[in-house]
């Protein structure tokens, strides 16, 4: 009876994507084309690097050399292995879902176990710093100061979610003494050579099937982007999203927060980039309630980057529930430390940035870093997209000759 229910439910939802696609054309296109734009000027060409420079990594054995130094730090306050270290930085980096397709790449060469696994997922899908500083502070809320809280918020909130999540699954994990381990570099340097001459790939091989797989995962990704982008602009059209909205309208009341910002939290929900800046342009809100919702809505991923999650773990036996359960409660970590944290981290520093200070102590809000890179991502990110795609035809086309 469960099964034929699942069967209904996912039988309608196709129904009614098809009918919504049919009735709003033209919006569904605009949608779409959003969504197409995103990707292949930011995501595409800020991810493909981390990807590809990931799978070498592993392959040469770094990651393994990296995860014994570590071990001493990441076992005891996370209850992963120190390999955990590599897939925490790499995701703070370059972003979700990198978390994830690291996680799932050392489960499936068993250098996880898989409640490890799960926990290790479940605090290494973050949002990266170009994305906050530069898309978010400066782009949407034009505030470049703004981008320090944020970031402080989701990363210290990330780090809570961690903490926690080492007690998820204490029963079904045996404890492991490793007091009489010693970290040696000598020892770390054997695991990584040895772990080189277990690969049995030359290196154009290698290299040619690393490109592969970040492309392929990055295509993947692509097609979450651009679905959820339409998903969510045909609920709002249909009248669902303001039924929602009405819902959430009651507890936001509950915490003070204004109905203004009901439709771009549930926008949030479904994806990130939309909701954030709806949040920016809402009126009758001030900036602390804006900066509340827009951190839980990067902490909780939006439904888009939980579906490209939940479609990399597919390949393994890992769980989605904890990395559900997780986004959770990373929003709401980073919402009420946001709160705590604007005095000291925003308003603090305004004051300290006004026009009275010296000229080389002031923040320029046109000329930053973050700003100035995400611009630069914008114009050259599809020329990358392009190429990249190319040269994986290639491969492709050359491999399939040599058949």
């Not at 203004?260 to 900036?287: D, H, K, R, W, Y």
Request: aromatic share 12%; proline share 5%.
């Amino acid at each position: 009876m469960k099964s034929q229910v699942k069967s209904l439910t996912l039988a309608l939802m196709a129904l009614f994507i098809a009918f919504s696609l049919i009735r709003f054309p033209d919006q569904a296109l605009e949608a779409s084309i959003r969504g197409l734009n995103m990707w292949w000027e930011i995501v595409f060409p800020s991810l493909l690097p981390f990807f590809i420079t990931a799978e070498l990594l592993i392959g040469f054995g770094v990651v393994r050399f990296i995860g014994i130094l570590f071990e001493p730090i990441m076992r005891p306050i996370f209850r992963v292995p120190g390999v955990g270290s590599f897939v925490w930085a790499m995701g703070m980096a370059s972003g979700y879902p990198s978390g994830a397709k690291l996680t799932a790449r050392l489960r499936q060469e068993k250098q996880l176990t898989r409640i490890e696994a799960e926990r290790l997922v479940s605090f290494t899908n973050a949002s990266n710093p170009l994305f906050i500083f530069g898309a978010v502070s400066v782009g949407f809320f034009h505030d470049p100061t703004l981008g320090i809280l944020l970031a402080a918020s989701h990363y210290v909130g990330n780090t809570l979610v961690g903490i926690c999540m080492r007690f998820y699954g204490r029963e079904q994990t045996p404890t492991r003494d490793r007091s009489r381990d010693k970290i040696t570099l000598k020892k770390a340097f054997l695991a990584l050579h040895q772990t080189r001459l277990e690969e049995p790939r030359p290196f154009g091989k290698f290299f040619g099937d690393a490109v592969l797989s970040s492309i392929q995962t990055l295509l993947m990704i692509g097609g979450f982007i651009i679905m959820f982008s339409v998903f969510n602009k045909l609920l709002f059209l249909v009248g669902i999203t303001p039924i929602i909205a009405g819902g959430i309208g009651i507890l936001f009341q509950m915490i003070t927060l204004p109905q203004e910002l009901t439709l771009p939290f549930i926008s949030g929900l479904f994806e990130i980039t939309l909701g954030s800046q709806m949040t920016a342009q809402a009126e009758n809100s001030v900036l602390l309630q804006q900066v509340i919702c827009v951190s839980f809505i990067l902490a909780f991923n939006g439904f888009s980057v939980q579906a490209q999650v939940a479609s990399i773990l597919a390949d393994t036996d890992i769980r989605f529930r904890p990395y559900f359960f997780a986004r959770i409660l990373h929003g709401l970590f980073a919402a009420g430390l946001s709160v705590l944290l604007f005095v000291p981290l925003y308003v603090d520093r305004q004051a300290f940035e006004s026009d009275e200070s010296p000229v080389w102590m002031r923040l320029s809000k046109h000329e930053t870093f973050w700003s100035e890179l995400f611009e630069k991502l914008v114009n050259i990110g599809p020329l990358m997209t392009i190429a990249s795609l190319a040269i994986a035809s290639l491969i492709l086309y050359r491999r399939m000759i040599k058949k």
